[in-house]
């Protein structure tokens, strides 16, 4: 299979010509490798291990890595646009790379030189494959309220607690996770950092919880029973920032989530147009009587006034 990477070498005026070419191999795949399958494994909601494993080969879980560090080095702009195309097939892959990017550019941005070198490689492949892992059973929205806390033990933390809800936690190996070293700390984000974790002894995933929608991505709870992590794997190598790191982390997650609407929207709107060509009344398709025409104007119009919106806030 050709990989994105292979179109990625240009700057510049060149740049817009290979995000051509990269979002056409992303359409073949969508249409050969992803769409077909859609609704036989949304309905078993069995995990991608295929779709993921040839997402690996395309070089999708490092898109927007520096090339320096083994990735594309592609701009946000163009992550949103790959997350619409995804989304108006199956908006589930999607989610497998968003937690997995949110987390890597956290490292990205916030890391040591050290641990860029050691990590992002390796996300960049998949063969390191993850999220973040932030929510609680009692905290959702107020991540000050976290109550797993790391505490040192030397050149350790050792960890305790639990989250829900996490992204890719069952069949990835690393989060990004938020914990408090100082639950004392006030204010409250200042005893607050991310620790870099691999899947370990006393790591545990508890359960796969079920979903009514967004089916075929493992989200699972899981707890911390004495889990040590070296001090080492501190974001940026110092407590107290990892609220302000995880918070600009999301930004991107904000990206993908528009991406998402947009991508679903058109899918709508194109089985709308399907279906309004082939369904009869009074003797003519009722895509041809006002008042669907209208609907249907308006659904397009409506979709192509997001989809400019979200490709300014992708720019900033």
Not at 132 to 141: A, H, M, N, R, V
Request: proline share 2%.
């Amino acid at each position: 299979m050709a990989t994105i990477e292979d179109q990625t070498h240009d700057t510049g005026d060149d740049y817009a010509e290979n995000e051509t070419l990269i979002l056409d191999m992303l359409d073949r795949f969508l249409k050969t490798e992803v769409k077909p399958y859609v609704h036989e494994l949304d309905a078993k909601d069995e995990y991608l291990h295929e779709i993921v494993e040839k997402m690996k080969e395309m070089g999708l879980f490092g898109c927007l890595i520096d090339t320096e560090y083994g990735g594309l080095g592609l701009s946000t702009s163009t992550y949103a646009k790959i997350v619409d195309r995804i989304s108006a097939v199956w908006m589930s892959v999607s989610g497998i790379i968003n937690s997995h990017l949110i987390m890597a550019m956290t490292i990205q941005r916030n890391g040591t030189e050290a641990q860029k070198r050691e990590f992002l490689p390796r996300i960049a492949t998949g063969e390191l494959r993850g999220g973040i892992g932030l929510t609680e059973p009692d905290c959702g929205i107020d991540l000050q309220a976290i109550r797993t806390v790391a505490r040192r033990d030397g050149d350790h933390y050792v960890v305790n607690g639990s989250k829900t809800w996490i992204t890719n936690s069952k069949y990835g190996n690393v989060l990004a996770l938020l914990v408090k070293t100082d639950p004392e700390a006030q204010p409250l984000h200042k005893g607050m950092c991310l620790l870099i974790v691999e899947k370990g002894p006393a790591f545990e995933v508890s359960r796969q919880l079920q979903k009514l929608g967004y089916k075929g991505i493992d989200t699972c709870e899981l707890t911390f029973t004495d889990f040590r992590v070296l001090v080492s794997r501190v974001i940026g190598g110092k407590e107290g920032l990892g609220l302000k790191q995880i918070l600009s982390g999301l930004e991107l997650g904000r990206i993908n989530v528009a991406a998402r609407g947009v991508g679903v929207a058109q899918a709508a709107l194109d089985e709308a147009i399907a279906y309004s060509q082939q369904r009869k009344t009074f003797g003519k398709p009722i895509c041809e009587h006002q008042a669907i025409a209208l609907k249907l104007g308006e659904m397009a119009t409506r979709g192509s006034r997001t989809l400019a919106h979200r490709f300014r806030r992708a720019r900033l």
